[in-house]
C-alpha cells in the first residue's frame, strides 16, 4: 500500500460506554477494539524507516514491527514482538500516555499537524494482550538455566515487576515483598477499576508466578523485614517502594472530617472496596458534593470515582487554565462527559467546617497566569479580593505524592535526596550501597507507569551484569557494551 492511501485512512474509533451508563458501574469505560478494527489502524503506520516512535517508548518496544504484525493479521508475532521489552502490555495500553510518549514521535500525526492523528499505537497494544489473554495463545516464555542468585525486590509496582520479569527469565532466583494484600502496588490501590480492571493486573502477575517469581505480600520492606537483613540474605535488592506519601497544600481545614488524600479516598473505594459497603468492610464518606483539588490524572480518577459513589456534584479545582492541566486529554474528556465541573484558575485557601467538625465549605481564590516558572507551565498568580466559599461537604487533594520514606527512613546507609527520593545513577539504578538498585517513583518522584517500567528495566539490566561479574564499579560499560538488552 502506498504512504498516501495510508495516510487517507481514518483513526478508528474505539467503542465506550456511554456516560450516562458508565457513571453508574464500576466496570471498564474504553471497550477495546475489534480485531477488524485493529487491522485497520495498524495499516495506517508507515513503517518508517527511522522509527521515532520506538525511541519514544521508554522500553524501547519495536513499535514498527509489532504493527506490521497486526496488519498480517498476526496477533501472536504482534504480542510477542511487545512481550520482548514490555512485561505489562495490558496495563500500558490502557493506562500510559501514549500521546506524550510514542505517539507524539508519529510520522502520520505531524504529517496531519494532529498527535491526536498519530497511529493508536496504545489502544493497539491494549488489542493484542486482550487478544492473547481471551485466546489463552500466551507462548511460553524461555527462561534461562538457574544462576543460583537471589534477587529481592522490594514493592510490586510497574517498576518492581519490570525487574522481576526481566531477572526471573535470566535465571536468577527473586523475591518481590509487597506491604499490601495484593501485588501490583500504584496499578491496584492507585487506579480505578473503571480505568484499569484489577482481573488485568492479576493476571499479569500470576504469569510471573508461572515464571517462577515469589510474591510475600504483608509484608512490609523497613518493618515487618528490615532492610539491611534483606540486604544481608540476598545477593542484590532492588526498591521500588513507590511514591505513596500524600502531600497536602498545608491551608487551613485539611484535618476536617469529609476531607481525604487522593491515596486514602482510591485505596478505601477501589482496593478496598468501599463501594460496596456494607458488603465489603471498608467504609468512605459519600459526599454529596465534592471537590477535588488538582489537575493530574489522579484528580480525574477522584472526581470521575466520586460520581460513582454517588456525589450530586463533582467538581474539579485546579489553579492555572486546562492548558496547563497535567492529566491526559482522554481522562479529561472522558470526565467532562460524566459531568465533572471544572473550575480552573481557582485555587483553595481554606476549608471550612461546622458541627461534629465535617467539612461545609472550601473558600477558594480565583487566579490568573503570569510567566512560566521551573517547571515550564506559567505561574498562576491570586487575584486580590476574589474570594468566595464553594459549599462541599467532601474534599479530595490529589496535588501530587512524595517518595515513600519508610525504606529511606529505616536504611540510613542509603542516600537519598533532599525530597526524600533515593539516588541513583541513571544510567544502571546503582544507589551508595554495593548491590542495591532503586527505580520507578521513588526515585523519579510520582511519574507514568512506562517511566517506572523504563527505570526497572535499566536496574535489571545492570543488576544480570553485577550478579554476573561481581563487578560494581563500571556497571554503565557493561551493560552498553551489551547493546541494552536484558
Not at 500521546?99 to 498519530?118: I, N, R, W
Not at 536468577?172 to 488485568?200: C, D, M, N
Not at 539491611?228 to 476536617?256: C, H, M, T, W
Not at 461546622?354 to 506559567?378: A, H, N, Y
Request: net charge negative; hydrophobic share 40%; with cysteine.
Amino acid at each position: 500500500m502506498e504512504a498516501k492511501d495510508r495516510l487517507a485512512i481514518p483513526p478508528q474509533p474505539m467503542p465506550e460506554q456511554a456516560p450516562s451508563e458508565r457513571i453508574g458501574n464500576l466496570r471498564e469505560v474504553p471497550l477495546g477494539f475489534t480485531p477488524e478494527a485493529a487491522v485497520v489502524e495498524a495499516r495506517r503506520c508507515l513503517q518508517c524507516r527511522k522509527a521515532f516512535c520506538t525511541e519514544g517508548c521508554p522500553v524501547g518496544v519495536d513499535i514498527p514491527g509489532f504493527l506490521e504484525a497486526v496488519e498480517r493479521g498476526d496477533f501472536a508475532s504482534g504480542i510477542g514482538i511487545i512481550r520482548r521489552r514490555n512485561a505489562l502490555p495490558a496495563v500500558c495500553g490502557r493506562v500510559c500516555p501514549q500521546e506524550q510518549q510514542c505517539q507524539l514521535a508519529c510520522t502520520v500525526g505531524k504529517f496531519h499537524h494532529d498527535p491526536g492523528k498519530s497511529v493508536s499505537i496504545g489502544r493497539i497494544e491494549r488489542f493484542l494482550a486482550d487478544w492473547e489473554r481471551e485466546t489463552g495463545a500466551a507462548q511460553a516464555s524461555v527462561k534461562a538455566p538457574p544462576t543460583g542468585r537471589r534477587v529481592a525486590v522490594i514493592g510490586s509496582g510497574p517498576a518492581g515487576l519490570t525487574v522481576a520479569g526481566d531477572l526471573i527469565l535470566l535465571g536468577h532466583s527473586v523475591t518481590v515483598f509487597e506491604a499490601l494484600h495484593q501485588a501490583g502496588g500504584v496499578l491496584v490501590y492507585g487506579i480505578p477499576e473503571f480505568r484499569l480492571p484489577k482481573a488485568i493486573v492479576r493476571r499479569e502477575v500470576e504469569l510471573l508466578g508461572n515464571l517462577g517469581v515469589e510474591f510475600r505480600l504483608d509484608t512490609i520492606a523497613g518493618r515487618t523485614r528490615p532492610v539491611d537483613e534483606l540486604v544481608r540474605e540476598y545477593d542484590a535488592v532492588f526498591i521500588g517502594s513507590g511514591a505513596g506519601l500524600p502531600k497536602f497544600q498545608g491551608i487551613p481545614g485539611e484535618n476536617l472530617l469529609g476531607v481525604y488524600s487522593a491515596n486514602e479516598y482510591l485505596t478505601r473505594a477501589n482496593l478496598m472496596k468501599a463501594y460496596d459497603f456494607p458488603a465489603a468492610d471498608t467504609p468512605i464518606q459519600r459526599g454529596r458534593t465534592v471537590v477535588t483539588v488538582g489537575g493530574g490524572n489522579v484528580a480525574m480518577d477522584c472526581a470521575r470515582t466520586a460520581l460513582r459513589m454517588g456525589a450530586e456534584r463533582s467538581l474539579v479545582v485546579y489553579r492555572r487554565s486546562e492548558a496547563e492541566m497535567p492529566a491526559r486529554r482522554e481522562e479529561v474528556h472522558h470526565a467532562r462527559e460524566e459531568g465533572v465541573e471544572f473550575h480552573l484558575l481557582e485555587n483553595p485557601v481554606e476549608i471550612t467546617g461546622g458541627r461534629g467538625g465535617w467539612v461545609e465549605g472550601v473558600r477558594i481564590v480565583r487566579m490568573t497566569l503570569g510567566e512560566p516558572d521551573s517547571s515550564g507551565r506559567r505561574r498562576s498568580i491570586p487575584i486580590e479580593g476574589s474570594e468566595f466559599v464553594q459549599e462541599a461537604d467532601e474534599v479530595l487533594v490529589a496535588i501530587g505524592n512524595s517518595p515513600n520514606p519508610l525504606v529511606p527512613s529505616s536504611f540510613p546507609e542509603i542516600e537519598t535526596t533532599r525530597w526524600g527520593g533515593i539516588v541513583v545513577n541513571e544510567a544502571t539504578g546503582q544507589t551508595s550501597v554495593r548491590g542495591v538498585f532503586a527505580g520507578g517513583d521513588i526515585v523519579l518522584g510520582a511519574a507514568t507507569v512506562i517511566l517506572a517500567m523504563g527505570q526497572g528495566r535499566i536496574a535489571a539490566r545492570a543488576m544480570h551484569a553485577y550478579l554476573s561479574t561481581g563487578r560494581w564499579e563500571g556497571l554503565e560499560e557493561i551493560t552498553g557494551a551489551e547493546g541494552g538488552q536484558s
